[in-house]
């Protein structure tokens, strides 16, 4: 007898199996995370804790730093309200200063439209909803983009 021919598989088997495929490949990378996370949580939170303890050092050294300072100007001859208000006074100008500095690096900062539009177009393809369902357009800021080669 001759072997049967074998049936192919339709372009909907196929597509179906494919998108399948990737969901369980999304999820996948989603529990793989999950593990990375967990696995070095506890040394992140270990890190944070010693972090938190060295900048609670770093601020009593400062403030001896600097009230040896307004001594070293007492000790030059100044009264000791003196000493003191120049230290405050710098004190001031270089908060009022890196304050400035932070308005405007958050000013500056924006939210990553375009990687979760992206994240949302994957989303909607793998979980086979149609293409508009998708959220709205995002505007894209041109000064956001990569510059290109030649422009």
């Known amino acids: 007898m001759p072997p049967q021919p074998q049936q192919q598989p339709s372009i909907k088997d196929l597509v179906t199996k494919t998108v399948a495929d990737a969901q369980r490949l999304a999820k ?9 996370v967990s ?7 270990k890190g944070a804790g010693l972090g938190i303890a060295t900048a609670g050092i770093a601020v009593y050294a400062i403030l001896f730093l600097l009230l040896t300072l307004a001594f070293v100007l007492v000790a030059l001859g100044l ?55 998708v959220a709205a357009p995002v505007t894209v800021v041109a000064d956001a983009l990569p510059e290109t080669p030649g422009t």
């Open 79 to 133: 009264p000791i309200w003196a000493g003191m208000l120049i230290v405050g006074v710098i004190l001031i100008i270089a908060g009022t200063i890196t304050g400035l500095l932070a308005k405007k690096f958050m000013e500056e900062a924006k939210p990553p439209n375009l990687a979760i539009a992206e994240f949302e177009k994957t989303k909607a393809a793998l979980s086979g909803k149609p293409a508009d369902a």
């Open 39 to 45: 696995a070095t949580g506890g040394k992140v939170g």
């Open 28 to 36: 996948a990378q989603v529990a793989l995370l999950q593990t990375e």
